[in-house]
């Protein structure tokens, strides 16, 4: 069970991987700076969908979790990034951590050649050397978490993300998180994690509360606890506006990964959001 003492170290293995980034300095900047290849915009692939009245499902790879153990140690990424596209999701998110998430070195960039849809690269940013790495890998977008991050750093990492033509996607599990995120950042993606990075409880009623109160032009993200389509429900009510539209996107992973019919599991979350958005 993760606690306060593991997320320190994980974090503090994060800034021992910058360190090895480090060695190649200018470089990695200069090479990630003239990629040409271009990226797909993770916020215009969730506003298309969102705007057209369908889910907006990002769907998550990833093998294994500190909280949940071993998920599908048989993932292969580029075989699930097309079977999820073929589903209907929006967009993917790959974890890229080898040790706790039992990430494989090419992940990220395997997936981005086997399918059409943005990639978000999951994984605990706490460098903008990690941004470079992030253009050069392939990822659409990257994920920026308010509780490892002082708002100086977290301004200097969007900065340098979205300079590279990188998206952002921000992640809060309190108020004053999500305070700090809307008043010192530029993206319109605003994630909620129901679950506590410390304690690793699940806390949905806490998150529904939290995604309330993100601005209505902002693209709101519920993530983790997702095991079901009913769990969607709560998020929908709280998130719809007067005028019917809803600014909301759903990160699921466990229930995908662990699924024996992965193309169904995400046609039954899509069903509950379109079934929603035509009353």
Same mark, same amino acid.
């Given at each position: +069970? ?17 360190? *090895? ?7 990695? /900047?200069? /090479?990630?700076?003239? @990629? ?11 506003? #298309? !969908? ?19 153990? +071993? ?25 890229? *951590? ?18 059409? &849809?943005?990639?978000? #690269? ?10 470079? %790495? ?11 978490? +308010? /509780?490892?991050?002082? *708002? ?14 990188? *998206? ?5 599990? %309190? ?6 995120? &809307? ?17 690793? @409880?699940?806390? +949905? ?8 109160? &993100?601005? &209505? ?9 997702? #095991? !079901?389509?009913? $769990? ?6 709280? #998130? ?6 809803? @600014? ?9 990964? /662990?699924?024996? $019919? ?13 079934? !929603?958005?035509?009353?």
């Amino acid at each position: +069970m993760i606690n306060k003492k593991l997320l320190k170290t994980i974090v503090a293995s994060k800034h021992k991987e910058c360190s *090895d980034l480090r060695a190649l300095g200018k470089s990695l /900047r200069i /090479r990630a700076e003239q @990629n040409t290849q271009k990226t797909r915009s993770f916020t215009a692939a969730l506003r #298309r !969908k969102i705007d057209s009245g369908k889910a907006a499902i990002i769907c998550e790879s990833k093998r294994s979790s500190p909280s949940a153990g +071993m998920l599908n140690e048989a993932l292969e990424s580029a075989e699930f990034a097309k079977k999820v596209e073929c589903a209907g999701a929006t967009c993917l998110s790959v974890l890229t *951590d080898a040790r706790w998430f039992g990430a494989q070195k090419d992940d990220l960039a395997q997936a981005q050649k086997a399918c059409s &849809i943005p990639i978000l #690269r999951k994984d605990f940013i706490v460098d903008t050397l990690q941004v470079y %790495e992030s253009r050069l890998l392939g990822a659409d977008c990257i994920l920026l978490i +308010m /509780r490892l991050l002082e *708002d100086a750093q977290a301004k200097e990492i969007e900065d340098c993300a979205l300079a590279l033509g990188l *998206d952002v996607l921000v992640e809060v599990h %309190e108020h004053e998180e999500l305070e700090r995120a &809307i008043k010192n950042l530029r993206t319109n993606l605003i994630g909620v994690n129901s679950r506590d990075l410390q304690s690793l @409880n699940i806390d +949905m009623p806490h998150a529904v509360e939290i995604i309330k109160h &993100i601005p &209505i032009d902002k693209i709101a993200v519920a993530e983790s606890g997702l #095991r !079901k389509p009913q $769990d969607l429900q709560p998020f929908i009510k709280v #998130r719809k506006s007067e005028s019917g539209s809803c @600014n909301l996107a759903f990160l699921i992973g466990e229930a995908i990964v /662990r699924s024996a $019919d992965a193309h169904k599991t995400i046609k039954d979350f899509c069903s509950v959001v379109e079934a !929603k958005a035509e009353l």
